[in-house]
């Protein structure tokens, strides 16, 4: 608008200025005489050019500006329009995942050697899915494949192109893909492209059926010289469309998952690379702490570890440091000045001890630490990890995890004979374990079956008959267990408010003292 503007105010002075020239020439009787001709005649080029650039923007549409406000802006800000380029990522920055970049190899052979591939009239794979949980490394992986191929990296997010005017989602499409044929080999990567590739049906939207048609087009559209690819990325694997997923699109799916104990190592030394290191750091030890952590939070703990190193004024990161690091990313912030009430206190201790000894009873996962310094939203915590990675679990072992959950609430109970709003986390994730083993894992007399969540509401009565049976007796358990252990309990809940924090090493003393020993040790 501002430009606009300004051409318009110069073409005016342009238009009256060279008014006065044309009126000197002829009358000879002001002060413009003295302007030659050659300026008179770089003037009236000069006003001419300016009137037809003026006229030129004014004729641009002024119907529509949401959309072309909204285009100008993501063209500005998208990273694939204007900052695409080669990463420096090759694969030596993935840790673990071993298997995934094997099956990758022949990709980047393809991109690296198209003309080996292309003599045997071999075609390039098109789309590669990765699916798995966030920050497992998807990312990092596609931009490996462009470090060592050499390519152009072109990121887009799926919801990049969800917009509320039918056709700005296809043309965005449309534009990525034409600068990357342009400046091939590239390889372009869409994040979450459930926003855009989800499964099409009768509710769907115009816009968003649009823009996942332009999609399949253009991924049919390659023809064989260009060496471009296309790296989708999404934690919903089940949502997309049938027809992205078909031969010829995105039909290499690559699962990403959480990394093993191996790669957890793995992944800690390249995250802890660059960072001086106390001897009693042992990556192994942490990586064994870190059971179910993705990625992205073993990259966490490792810098939150460094920053609190400095923040203490060490010279080097100590393991003490990194169990910080731990704590604060599995149960959040500590607290400061917090102002819970005695009573609440003494509430929590009893709750946490609750799990405490159940958990440990029942032999589920290795307790670290428990404690009642409130971190994020918990007033307490007990910080346990499984001394194993687990890919399978019996039904036992799912019982005794609800039972542990349920362990805070019984404590309650038993001690105070009331109950109270703390245990509202612990019943969901309970509840949640039950729902599984009755819908996904036939672990109920509903029988060897699965019930997709669609059906659950069909199936209401059932399943929520089966559920509560689970629960109550489970629930039942850890009363039990409770009463049985009462003193055990109540000395563990008193030291907690006597120390606010107990390790692993303390609780088992207690254990140790009243002769206690797990019943389970499947
Ligand atoms: P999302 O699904 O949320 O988009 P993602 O799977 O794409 O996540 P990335 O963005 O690739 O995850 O990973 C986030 C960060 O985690 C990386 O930048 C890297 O620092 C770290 N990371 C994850 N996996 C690995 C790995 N295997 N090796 C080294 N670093 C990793």
Redesign the pocket.
Known sequence: MLKKKIIFILSIIGVVFSSFLVYSQYFQNTSLTSVNISDRILIWITTLFLLIYYLKLDNKPQLVPATMNTEKKKKDESPNENNQKKPDVSFN?????EEVKEELQETIDFINHPHKYMSMGAKIPKGILFY?P????????AKAVAGETNSNFLYSSGSEFVEKYVGVGAKRIRTLFEKAKKDAPSIIFI?EIDAIGSRRNAESNNEKDQTLNQLLVELDGFNRSNTVVVIG?T?RLDLLDEALLRPGRFDRHIR?GN?NIR?REE?LK??TKNKPLEDSVNVDDIAKKTHGF???QL?NIANEAAIIAVRNQKRKIDLQDFEFAIERVVAGLEVKNPSVLLKEKNIVANHEAGHAIVGKILNVDMIQKISIVPRGEALGYVLKFPDEDRYLLTKEELLNKIKVLLAGKAAEEIIFKEVTTGASNDLEKATEIAKEMVCKYGMSSIGNISIKEQYVKVNFNKIDKEIKKIINSCFEESVKLIKDNRTILNDVANLLLEKEVLTGNELDEIFNRHKRTPINTT
Request: hydrophobic share 40%; no cysteine.
């Open positions: 920055d993935v840790a673990g995942l798995g966030p920050g497992t490394g998807k990312t990092l992986l994040d990325a934690n990403v990394p790669s992944i390249v995250h993705s990625g992205a990259a």
